[in-house]
Structures are given as C-alpha cells and as structure tokens.
C-alpha cells in the first residue's frame, strides 16, 4: 500500500479564457479561446499528489450541480478517496482564469461550496493514517485551523500553502511543519522585508516556520528545511503555454514524493520537474504529469 496524503481543500471548475495580453484597468480585449477545466488549488494538488506516488484521501465540497458531479468523477477517476467530499445545496466553486500568449494569468474566485466546508464538519479520523496533510487558504480561515490541529493530533506532518495569503498569518506556526509560499505569498507573510530580495523573504519566514519552501517561478526555488538552506534551479522549457497550475502541480508532487519517503533533494528534483512538464501545456490539471512521464 502506498503512503496516504490527506488533502484538504477547494474544488473549483476552471473558466480559462486566452488572450494576446492580459487587459489593463479599464481596457476591454477580445479572448482568442475559451475552455473549462476541472480546479481548485486543493484538488490540483491532490491531483499531482496522487499522479505522483500517493495515495490520497480528499476532503472539501462541492454544489449540487453539474460541476459537482463532474469533479467529484473526475477525481475519483484519478484514484483519490472522496468519501470525505460533501455535496452541499448550491453552486460548485468557479475560478475565472485569463491567460497570456506568455503564459501569464490572472484569477478570480467564487468560492461557491468551499465557503461550507465548516470545523464542526472535520473529524479525526479523517487524517487517520496520513503521513502528510495538506492544506491551502481557499477555505474558511476556521477550518483550515481546525483541519491542522486534528492533523497534528492524528501525527500526520502538515504542510500549508498559503495561497492565497490573506489570514495565513493569523494560523499558529507550531501547526505547520512546512510551509509552501511563492514570492507574493512570502511577501504578504513577511511585511517588513524587501519583496524583491527573497533571501531575506526567506529568511525571515525561516524564523517562524520550521521548514519553508519559497518558489521562484522560472527562477527555481529556495528552501529552508529542519536548519539547511539552500536552492535549486528551474528546469529549461522550449515553451511556457500557461503557468496557472505549475504551483499546485510543484506542491502536490513534492507531498507525495516526501509521503513515499524520498529524500529531500530527490522530492524537490521531482517537483521541480513536474512543475516544467506542467506549463508546457494548457489548463491546470490536464497538465499535471504522472509519474511515468517525468521519470520514464
């Protein structure tokens, strides 16, 4: 049996609209496609978890509508247990995504049923026998507290990417075993330092935090792991066709290479990699490799 992540977190279905570049304040521009894609930052990374090693139990909810219906088949259609996914009165989440010929995109949220995934419906037993849980910031700030304290309590080792920031900052570092920031997350966590240095980003956060990971985008990713420090460089694509789920698709795969038992250089190698394969190819979860792909 393959070691068990737990993830919690949102389920959203993706509008992804293209265009040339990315509209100003105020300027109307013509999108030149239009497409739907299953989402979320918390099913994305269960997604890569589960393509990458894991086994994965899912928790969160979706609405009682088509999008539900579909997401819910599409992860379990991935291996993923979602005995733990409620379907609740309502819509389903929706990210509205607008992305570049660069690659580069913009995204906004409904939270839909996310917003419903309350503490008083998590349970301890829903971390049973994790290895790792892992949580995001598109759920209530109360559950993802709560889901980090019953994930402790059942021994799993936690991981939060704070994404998006707002009321990471408000959760006790002693529940959080790693953290997984980009740039502006680390930014919004570390308000005196520079945003433009991210090695006082870094080191600031390592100061709170027992491991940090901080994300670089084409530049790599620096670390600071249980007292060693150091980097790693991006992987060189021909291509950036859309980068909307390369974060997700790092994290995920990072989880599930730590819960399989890789070293750490070896489960930062992976995701790195995995995060490549990812924005060479449109939409967030289609894009997410498996394992045979990345490693032959």
């Given at each position: 049996m393959r070691a068990l992540v737990?993830?919690?977190?949102?389920?959203?279905?993706?509008?992804?609209?293209?265009?040339?570049?990315?509209?100003?304040?105020?300027?109307?521009?013509?999108?030149?496609?239009?497409?739907?894609?299953?989402?979320?930052?918390?099913?994305?990374?269960?997604?890569?978890?589960?393509?990458?090693?894991?086994?994965?139990?899912?928790?969160g909810a979706v609405g009682s509508d088509a999008a539900g219906e579909r997401l819910r088949s599409a992860l379990a259609d991935d291996g993923i247990d979602v005995t733990r996914l409620r379907t609740v009165t309502g819509p389903t989440g929706l990210a509205v995504i607008v992305v570049s010929d660069g690659g580069e995109n913009v995204i906004v949220l409904e939270a839909g049923a996310n917003a419903r995934v309350r503490a008083t419906d998590l349970a301890l037993d829903a971390f049973a026998g994790a290895e790792l849980a892992l949580f995001q910031m598109e759920l209530p700030l109360d559950t993802v507290r709560r889901g980090l304290e019953l994930a402790k309590s059942a021994g799993a080792l936690t991981v939060l990417n704070a994404a998006p920031p707002d009321g990471a900052a408000?959760?006790?570092?002693?529940?959080?075993?790693?953290?997984?920031?980009?740039?502006?997350?680390?930014?919004?966590?570390?308000?005196?330092?520079?945003?433009?240095?991210?090695?006082?980003?870094?080191?600031?956060?390592?100061?709170?935090?027992?491991?940090?990971?901080?994300?670089?985008?084409?530049a790599g990713v620096m670390w600071s792991y249980q007292g060693d420090t150091g980097s790693m460089p991006a992987q060189r694509v021909a291509e950036v066709v859309d980068t909307t789920g390369a974060g997700d698709t790092f994290t995920g795969a990072l989880v599930a290479r730590l819960a399989v038992g890789d070293s750490w250089l070896g489960a930062l190698e992976l995701a790195v990699a995995a995060a490549a394969y990812c924005v060479q190819r449109s939409g967030a979860q289609p894009s997410i490799p498996r394992l045979s792909a990345l490693t032959g």
């Open positions: 737990v993830v919690m977190g949102s389920v959203n279905l993706d509008q992804v609209q293209t265009v040339r570049e990315l509209p100003r304040p105020g300027e109307t521009v013509h999108g030149t496609s239009l497409a739907f894609h299953n989402g979320g930052k918390g099913a994305n990374q269960a997604v890569a978890a589960a393509r990458l090693g894991a086994d994965v139990r899912f928790i408000d959760l006790p570092p002693e529940l959080i075993d790693l953290l997984v920031v980009n740039e502006t997350e680390a930014a919004h966590l570390a308000p005196t330092v520079d945003p433009e240095d991210p090695q006082a980003l870094l080191a600031d956060l390592a100061t709170r935090y027992r491991s940090v990971v901080l994300t670089l985008g084409a």
